[in-house]
Antibody
Framework: QVQLVQSGAEVKKPGASVKVSCKASGYTFTDHYMHWVRQAPGQGLEWMGRINPKSGGTNYAQRFQGRVTMTRDTSITTAYMELSSLRSDDTAVYYC????????????WGQGTLVTVSS | QSALTQPPSASGSPGQSVTISCTGTSSDVGGYNYVSWYQQHPGKAPKLMISDVSKRPSGVPDRFSGSKSGNTASLTVSGLQAEDEADYYCTSYAGSNNWVFGGGTKLTVL
């Protein structure tokens, strides 16, 4: 069965970076784009970007350009999202989501990773 | 890229139908048939309920349906059940390899 398992919660200071992992299993990792979505406490979902696991090509939301880097390691079927220059308003749950069709239908999600940014 | 507009809340009694709207522009909702809907219970990851405007993934009850007219997409939940109480989010392809979410709608089953 398809599973996306994310890394554990993180606490970071303002200005630091965080790298969240998403381990995929149960399907061919390179056949599906992986997207990253975040949700601040009590707020809605926000699309951050996606990575093509086959080519490594990425697309980022404009507001995260220059601060986010998405990578993957096909040997261990894991996608990564690194966010730098953290601010307090980056405190959120970060999710990875598999795109089933390339058109943005996220059919499987990770369990979420809480990133807390606090001095 | 501005978020899609959803009503903050919606409600209905068990057995009734409720429709949640998702309004965008011709650059996102109106320009592509790539609108999907997600259900999210508190503390849980979102769950795909409708893909590509109106397709229902395997395992999703047929009480859930989706449609689109112009720049507005809609999710209809028929025969409301207690377990339908959750937050619902729409998302749309917005061109140039970008996606945008709606602000979310809290559905209450009275």
């Amino acid at each position: 069965q398809v599973q996306l398992v994310q890394s554990g919660a993180e606490v970071k200071k303002p200005g630091a970076s965080v790298k969240v992992s998403c381990k995929a299993s149960g399907y061919t990792f390179t056949d599906h784009y992986m997207h990253w979505v975040r949700q601040a406490p009590g707020q809605g979902l926000e699309w951050m970007g996606r990575i093509n696991p086959k080519s490594g090509g990425t697309n980022y939301a404009q507001r995260f350009q220059g601060r986010v880097t998405m990578t993957r390691d096909t040997s261990i079927t894991t996608a990564y999202m690194e966010l730098s220059s953290l601010r307090s308003d980056d405190t959120a749950v970060y999710y990875c989501g598999r795109d089933s069709t390339v058109t943005g239908n996220f059919d499987y999600w990770g369990q979420g990773t809480l990133v807390t940014v606090s001095s | 890229q501005s978020a899609l507009t959803q009503p903050p809340s919606a409600s209905g009694s068990p057995g009734q139908s409720v429709t949640i709207s998702c309004t965008g522009t011709s650059s996102d909702v109106g320009g592509y048939n790539y609108v999907s809907w997600y259900q999210q219970h508190p503390g849980k990851a979102p769950k795909l309920m409708i893909s590509d405007v109106s397709k229902r993934p395997s395992g999703v009850p047929d009480r859930f349906s989706g449609s689109k007219s112009g720049n507005t997409a809609s999710l209809t939940v028929s025969g409301l059940q207690a377990e339908d109480e959750a937050d619902y989010y729409c998302t749309s392809y917005a061109g140039s390899n970008n996606w945008v979410f709606g602000g979310g709608t809290k559905l209450t089953v009275l």
